[in-house]
């Protein structure tokens, strides 16, 4: 048998958990693997060169912030943590090491097959493309020119620094911290008030609604996401 879709590495130490995303993620045509512990996952991830891992965030050897930061050293192939919902910080600490996205348990299989689906194009996807479009936003790289529906948004240069890294990384969540550092470099203020600040003025200029947004939406505590419609 020939392996033709994706490639995911699995590494929960929950056989429950393991065996539900092997029969669900198989039967969506893309190729398993699984590990039961971080150290062993690791090592998977060298031997089995996934597309996609998936991570769980308590694992019996080693954390499983630890596991992203050890495959982020030399690999940059995309990660989903799995958490439980009370590891809010844990979830946070984990993205800004590198991970790309979170599904939090216990998780639905439509929830987590769209993470997966936006976590592959991104990572297939050429990051040097002249425009980025996001449903009817579009932001042109060339011009810094950001349209909505064809309709030309006046940003400063702040509010446009911000939303060219949310339509370079659409779909996935980006904490207060590394919205922070993407604007402001390493010298940025670690008060998460300035993201606030900028993206309520980014909402009454891109949203139809800003009360209610389609494009920038809040993940509650961790940071925001932009959804293209």
Known sequence: MTDKG?????????????????????????????????????????????DLIIVDLGLPDIDGKEVVK???????????ILTARDQEQEKIEALDAGADDYVTKPFGMGELLARLRVCLRRSAENENEPVLTCGGLKVDLVLRRVTVDDREIKLTPTEYE??????????????????LKAVWG????????????????????????????????????????LMCH
């Open 186 to 225: 390493n010298s940025y203020n670690e008060d998460t008030h300035y993201i606030r600040v900028y993206i309520g003025q980014l909402r009454r200029k891109i949203e139809a609604d800003p009360a209610q947004p389609r494009y920038i939406i809040t993940e509650s505590g961790v940071g925001y996401r």
């Open 6 to 50: 994706p490639r995911v590495l699995v590494i929960d130490d929950e056989p429950q958990i393991r065996k539900l995303l092997k029969v669900s993620l198989q039967a969506y045509g893309y190729t398993l693997d699984e590990a039961d512990t971080g150290k062993d996952g690791i090592n998977r991830t060298a031997i089995f060169k996934p």
């Open 70 to 80: 050890q495959i982020r050293d030399w690999s940059g192939v995309p990660i989903i």
């Open 162 to 179: 911000i939303i060219k890294i949310m339509a370079q990384h659409a779909g996935r969540v980006l904490t207060h911290k590394q919205l």
